[in-house]
T-cell receptor
C-alpha cells in the first residue's frame, strides 16, 4: 500500500536528550514537510524539502534539524535546544498541490 | 496578521442543521485552497479542494472569493459523524513550489 509512515506513534524523551522522528513515504513525492501541532492549535511548519539533498527552514525551525538524503525519507531530530518539545508531530508529502499526512508522532518530554 | 485565519468555534449544531465556516487568507498571490478534516488525535485528511467556480461534494460545498480573500465550507444536513475540526489550507510560496499553510481549525460538534 502506498502512503506515509511515521514512527514511533508515541515517544517519550528525557529533558536534555535528542530524539529522531522517522518519516518514510513510498508515493514517489518530491516534497516533504514537518509540522508541529499543539493542543487547540493549527499546524506550524518546522522544515520542508522540495527535493532530495535540499531543505528549508519553516516558521519554527529553532531546536530542530532534518536531512533529506533519500527521496523516501525525511527524518526530524528534536534537539535539546528545543525548549518546549512536547507536541504532536506530523509529516506530510506532496506532488503538485495535494498534501498527504502520516499518522503522526506524539512526543512527550518527561 | 496571520496568513490563514479561522474562527476556532466550537460550532455546536443539531443533526440535520446547515453550518458554514469561513477562512480568510492574507497573501493575495495564494494559488490553491483546500479544506482538511482532522479527527481528535489523528492526522488531517483532505476533504476537498476549493475552486474559483465553487465545488460541491455531496453535502459539502466549498467556495472561493478572491476579491475578499476568503474561502468557505458549507455542510448541509449535518451528521453526528461530521463532528471534527475543519482546517483551511492555503498554498503559499513561489510558482512551482507548494507549502501548505494551515489555519488553526474550526471545531464542529454535531449533537443528537
Amino acid at each position: 500500500d502506498g502512503g506515509i509512515t511515521q514512527s514511533p506513534k508515541y515517544l517519550f524523551r528525557k529533558e536534555g536528550q535528542n530524539v529522531t522522528l522517522s518519516c518514510e513515504q513510498n508515493l514517489n513525492h518530491d516534497a516533504m514537510y514537518w509540522y508541529r501541532q499543539d493542543p487547540g492549535q493549527g499546524l506550524r511548519l518546522i522544515y520542508y524539502s522540495q527535493i532530495v539533498n535540499d531543505f528549508q527552514k519553516g516558521d519554527i525551525a529553532e531546536g530542530y534539524s532534518v536531512s533529506r538524503e533519500k527521496k523516501e525519507s525525511f527524518p526530524l531530530t528534536v534537539t535539546s535546544a528545543q525548549k518546549n518539545p512536547t507536541a504532536f508531530y506530523l509529516c506530510a508529502s506532496s506532488h503538485g498541490t495535494l498534501a498527504f499526512f502520516g499518522q503522526g508522532t506524539r512526543l512527550t518530554v518527561v | 496578521r496571520k496568513e490563514v485565519e479561522q474562527d476556532p468555534g466550537p460550532f455546536n449544531v443539531p443533526e440535520g442543521a446547515t453550518v458554514a465556516f469561513n477562512c480568510t487568507y492574507s497573501n493575495s498571490a495564494s494559488q490553491s485552497f483546500f479544506w482538511y478534516r482532522q479527527d481528535c488525535r489523528k492526522e488531517p485528511k483532505l476533504l476537498m479542494s476549493v475552486y474559483s467556480s465553487g465545488n460541491e461534494d455531496g453535502r459539502f460545498t466549498a467556495q472561493l472569493n478572491r476579491a475578499s480573500q476568503y474561502i468557505s465550507l458549507l455542510i448541509r444536513d449535518s451528521k453526528l459523524s461530521d463532528s471534527a475540526t475543519y482546517l483551511c489550507v492555503v498554498k503559499r510560496g513561489p510558482e512551482g513550489s507548494y507549502i501548505p499553510t494551515f489555519g488553526r481549525g474550526t471545531s464542529l460538534i454535531v449533537h443528537p
